[in-house]
């Protein structure tokens, strides 16, 4: 058995304050990722054309909007996590580690999603390179402030179970990694791992909501298509099938993957550095 660090626990703030640090670090290396994968699930994606009329510095388009998303939802739904396992006592259970990460994300999204909507508008606009404050005046006069919040059930949804697979997950599996090889948990072999084990289980859980969620947040600003996250998924498969909620999903694995790998161990090495327990 490991022994556990003598270390502190890091409260509510101190871990937000690690976790969106992190985030916005890691963003910036798979923000292309994730375009990639919007883009494919919008069906406006050919790598050659692209480049060719936006350009290769165009993978980061939407950064802006990202960068705002990752100070938001991912500090409060990774760095939500260990005070609330804390607080649940579910360092040894499983699903109450689930319910904790379904909890930090959810909240996580309550206040991201405006700037979840405004990324994924970003990302997919292949015409015109408006700025992040120009898209948010033009969602605000045409569909006022419930535009922000489009796609929230679906997001909802998706928070729940990618972040509560995640967490729960990546901790779990660190637990037994330690046990099996004999690695610290603050090892980044350990870290490295189970980050990418959970990475793909994230996929398996949250591929149909995150179909779901691009598909409402890319309706046009000036109309709207879905009603609502169920509309949207009967309509989907209606279409394509029950394979259309998978759409794109190895290029979400793709993304998953290192973002995991990145998020977590960046989280978990600046949580040693500022003299805290790691996950």
């Keep these: 058995m490991y022994k556990m660090s003598l270390k502190k626990k890091p409260n509510m703030y101190e871990s937000m304050v690690v976790a969106g640090s992190t985030a ?7 923000h292309p990722l ?3 994968k919007t883009r494919l699930q919008a069906d406006k994606f050919n790598l050659s054309q692209f480049i060719k009329q936006e350009g290769v510095f165009s993978f980061w388009k939407g950064i802006k909007a990202a ?13 939500c996590y260990g005070p609330i396992k804390t607080a649940l006592n579910a360092d040894n259970n499983f ?6 990460g379904s909890i930090s994300g959810t909240l996580g999204v309550l206040i991201g999603n405006p700037f979840d909507v405004m990324k994924t508008i970003s990302m997919t606009n292949t015409k015109t390179n408006l700025s992040l ?11 006022g402030v419930s535009g922000f919040y ?4 679906a997001n909802i949804g998706r928070a729940c179970v990618l972040n509560g697979t995640k967490m729960s997950c990546y901790d779990q599996i660190k637990g037994i990694c330690v046990n099996l090889t004999g690695w610290e948990r603050k090892n980044i072999k350990c870290q490295a791992l189970s980050a990418f084990c959970s990475g793909f289980f994230m996929t398996v859980t949250s591929a149909p909501f995150d179909m779901i969620r691009t598909t409402l947040m890319n309706q046009p600003t000036n109309k709207k298509i879905y ?3 169920i509309d949207a998924g009967i309509q989907l498969v209606s279409k394509g099938g029950p394979q259309a909620l998978y759409k794109g999903f190895f290029p979400i694995w793709l993304r998953f993957a290192p973002t995991t790998i990145l998020q977590l161990v960046i989280f978990d090495n600046l949580l040693n550095l500022c003299g805290f327990q790691t996950i």
């Design 24 to 30: 916005v670090i890691s963003v910036n290396f798979t």
């Design 34 to 36: 994730d375009l990639f």
């Design 67 to 79: 960068y705002m998303r990752e100070a938001t939802y991912t500090s409060i739904k990774l760095g």
């Design 95 to 100: 699903f109450m580690k689930f319910v904790s």
């Design 133 to 143: 404050i120009g898209s948010m005046n033009n969602m605000y006069v045409e569909q």
């Design 150 to 153: 489009r796609g929230i059930t």
């Design 227 to 229: 009603n609502g996250f």
